[in-house]
């Protein structure tokens, strides 16, 4: 069983940044794939953007290309996911999630492909 904490949400203004983390309590989380997905009221949840264990392969949602990057430090076994230019859209309930699989073999966008969860960090953007 895989522990992941989400933490970094907040409230910010439209135009601004954040940065979440997804912190592991597993000693071999640098070998599982990572996405980050979000969830806003009344909505289906969404992917984001997914990043390969050794870090080298990452994708992202349309929605969010050019304006998230997702990332890893393995020395600190978290995945961050860097937001700039926040829009309203944005707002959401983000989640991490991570899998034993190598992303490439894996439909990133997929929430089933993902075996554990976190429990969400709020983001709102206000305008």
């Known amino acids: 069983q895989v522990t992941l904490v989400e933490s970094g949400g907040g409230l910010v203004q439209a135009g601004g940044s954040l940065t979440l983390s997804c912190a592991a309590y597993e000693p071999h989380f640098n070998d599982y794939a990572v996405g980050w997905f979000r969830q806003a009221p009344g909505k289906e949840r969404e992917w984001v953007s997914s990043i390969s264990a050794s870090g080298g392969y990452t994708v992202y949602a349309n929605s969010v290309r050019g304006r998230f990057t997702i990332s890893r430090d393995s020395g600190k076994n978290t995945v961050n996911l860097h937001m700039y230019n926040l829009v309203r859209e944005d707002t959401a309930t983000y989640y991490c999630?991570?899998?034993?699989?190598?992303?490439?073999?894996?439909?990133?966008?997929?929430?089933?492909?993902?075996?554990?969860w976190g429990r969400g960090t709020q983001v709102t953007v206000s305008s």
């Open positions: 999630a991570a899998d034993h699989r190598q992303l490439e073999y894996i439909t990133a966008a997929d929430p089933v492909q993902y075996a554990y």
